[in-house]
């Protein structure tokens, strides 16, 4: 039974992170608590769970937008490119921001995960760095071979005060 919950739970989560991304991608970062709720049901969630869902997305903007380095993240930059997909040995993956600033490729991939109930800001930052930097070093591998430049990886929680970079 308590699989079950855990699984209900993971896939109201993941639906949550995806809607995230998706008003990321557009910088729609002020959408209305009915345009998350009409999202939320094309992904069949059931009625009694559209509100607190929500609610949940509503704070995910609402962190990213008022974090330190929102600014600096979204400038407007003729290199920015949102989703860039990109072709490699190791099959496509999808940037969810990448820009150049200066002499320097950078690679922004946003995380909407949440600290568990004990965990720092710290531990929560190295759970996402372990989880993570396995896939942010390809991009990071594949950035490099393509541009012949400097490139570095960073994860952007709403939940984390800084942002968290993936050195390789």
């Not at 995230?20 to 999202?39: C, G």
């Not at 400038?75 to 920015?80: I, P």
């Not at 393509?146 to 970079?165: G, K, T």
Request: aromatic share 14%; glycine share 2%.
């Amino acid at each position: 039974r308590d699989q079950v919950f855990s699984k209900i739970i993971y896939g109201y989560s993941n639906v949550v992170g995806k809607i995230y991304h998706k008003f990321i991608e557009l910088e729609k970062f002020s959408p209305s608590k009915n345009e998350i709720i009409f999202r939320l049901k094309e992904f069949g969630v059931r009625s009694s769970l559209l509100k607190p869902l929500a609610e949940n997305v509503l704070e995910l903007m609402d962190r990213t937008t008022s974090h330190h380095d929102f600014e600096w993240i979204f400038r407007e930059r003729h290199t920015t490119k949102r989703e860039y997909s990109l072709i490699s040995e190791n099959g496509e993956m999808i940037l969810d921001r990448f820009f150049k600033d200066e002499e320097t490729h950078w690679i922004v991939d946003f995380k909407s995960d949440k600290p568990l109930d004990e965990e720092d800001e710290d531990s929560f930052a190295n759970r996402l760095k372990r989880n993570h930097s396995e896939q942010l070093n390809k991009y990071s591998i594949n950035i490099k071979k393509i541009y012949n430049q400097n490139c570095r990886a960073l994860i952007f929680s709403p939940f984390v005060s800084y942002l968290v970079e993936i050195k390789h």
